[in-house]
C-alpha cells in the first residue's frame, strides 16, 4: 500500500508563497488522483484541491483556484500544492490523500490512503 507524507509546512507572512509537498513511497503514485485538504483549530476538514493521476484534470475548492495551483511529477512520487498571496485563513493543518478526482469536485472513502499532515503557520 501506498504511504502518504506532506511537507513544506512552515511560518509564512500574510501574502507570501508556500509549496507544500505530497510524497508517496510504498507504491508509485501515477495510478493514484491525489487531493489536498486542510483543517483549521476547531473547524471541520475541507477540500483545497485534488489531481488526477494523468494531471489531465483538476479541482479547487472554496475558489482557491488563482492562488493556489496543485501538480505532479509522477517520475518523483510527488504532489505539490503551491500556495501564492498566503491569507490568515489559510492557516491550517494540510493533509494529502488518495482520492477521487473530478473537475467538479473531490471524493474519498474508508479505503483512501492519508498523510499525517503539515501545518502552514501564517504571522507577520
Known amino acids: 500500500q501506498v504511504q502518504l507524507v506532506e511537507s513544506g509546512g512552515g511560518l509564512v507572512q500574510p501574502g507570501g508563497s508556500l509549496r507544500l509537498s505530497c510524497t508517496a513511497s510504498?507504491?508509485?503514485?501515477?495510478?493514484?488522483?491525489i487531493g489536498w485538504f486542510r483543517q483549521a483549530p476547531g473547524k471541520e476538514r475541507k477540500e483545497v484541491a485534488c489531481?488526477?493521476?494523468?494531471?489531465?484534470?483538476?479541482y479547487y475548492g472554496d475558489s482557491l483556484e488563482g492562488r493556489f495551483a496543485i501538480s505532479r511529477e509522477n517520475a518523483k512520487n510527488t504532489v505539490y500544492l503551491q500556495m501564492n498571496n498566503v491569507q490568515p485563513e489559510d492557516m491550517a493543518v494540510y493533509y494529502c490523500?488518495?482520492?477521487?478526482?473530478?473537475?467538479?469536485?473531490?471524493?474519498?472513502?474508508?479505503?483512501?490512503?492519508w498523510g499525517p499532515g503539515t501545518q502552514v503557520t501564517v504571522s507577520s
Open positions: 490523500a488518495t482520492v477521487f478526482c473530478q473537475p467538479y469536485g473531490v471524493g474519498y472513502n474508508d479505503k483512501s490512503f
Open positions: 489531481i488526477s493521476s494523468s494531471s489531465g484534470t483538476t
Open positions: 510504498g507504491s508509485p503514485l501515477d495510478v493514484y488522483d
